[in-house]
């Protein structure tokens, strides 16, 4: 079984803004990058609302597929405050290196991270591994393609075994 993306552990509430920032500071290949991710680390960060429309935003990718919401929610948060580079040395999309840098510390960076994470998920795997478990709500990516449960315990409750 895989880890879940970065994204899924912050809509199930797994990981908080402080372990998005380390992660951000632990990830950088950019030193501006790291600097603002240790300044914002020093300051109180809620993310709540946030949390509470990506579930919602979540729940329509997983419904309706990619539309215009999903697309104007993410670059909302992603234009103003995360600039990407690929590195494509060997000429092929297979060996290419992804990587980000933060562009402001006063834009919504760390909620742009958790944006781009879904990006990245949805170039490598697709939509379609996003599930929200029929029993107990909570997101899942790995357990394939026609999954309705995050886990046997879920499953037996919800087939009412």
Same mark, same amino acid.
């Given at each position: 079984? @895989?880890?879940?993306?970065?994204?899924? *552990?912050?809509? %199930?509430?797994?990981?908080?803004?402080?372990?998005?920032? #380390?992660?951000?500071?632990?990830?950088?290949?950019?030193?501006?990058?790291?600097? $603002?991710?240790?300044?914002?680390?020093? +300051?109180?960060?809620?993310?709540? =609302?946030?949390? !509470?429309?990506?579930? &919602?935003?979540?729940?329509? =990718?997983?419904? %309706?597929?990619?539309?215009? @919401? /999903?697309? %104007?929610?993410?670059?909302?948060?992603? *234009?103003?405050?995360?600039?990407?580079? /690929?590195?494509?040395?060997?000429?092929? @999309?297979?060996? !290419? +290196?992804?990587?980000?840098?933060? *562009?402001?510390? #006063?834009?919504?960076? /760390?909620?742009? /991270?958790?944006?781009?994470? =879904?990006?990245?998920?949805?170039?490598?795997?697709?939509? *379609?591994? $996003?599930?929200?478990?029929?029993?107990?709500g909570k997101f899942f990516s790995y357990k394939g393609q026609y999954a309705k449960?995050? +886990?046997?315990?879920?499953?037996?409750?919800?087939?009412? &075994?």
């Amino acid at each position: 079984m @895989r880890d879940e993306p970065l994204f899924i *552990k912050f809509l %199930n509430g797994q990981i908080n803004p402080t372990q998005i920032i #380390d992660t951000v500071i632990g990830s950088s290949k950019d030193q501006q990058s790291k600097d $603002i991710a240790l300044q914002k680390k020093e +300051s109180e960060i809620d993310l709540s =609302l946030f949390r !509470e429309d990506f579930v &919602k935003v979540i729940a329509d =990718l997983i419904d %309706n597929g990619i539309n215009q @919401r /999903v697309i %104007n929610y993410v670059n909302s948060y992603m *234009k103003p405050s995360l600039e990407e580079f /690929v590195d494509s040395s060997a000429g092929n @999309r297979v060996n !290419e +290196s992804r990587y980000i840098s933060i *562009k402001a510390a #006063d834009a919504p960076w /760390v909620e742009a /991270v958790i944006c781009y994470n =879904l990006c990245i998920f949805i170039k490598a795997y697709g939509f *379609k591994e $996003i599930k929200q478990c029929s029993n107990c709500g909570k997101f899942f990516s790995y357990k394939g393609q026609y999954a309705k449960y995050c +886990s046997d315990s879920c499953k037996m409750v919800g087939s009412g &075994k």
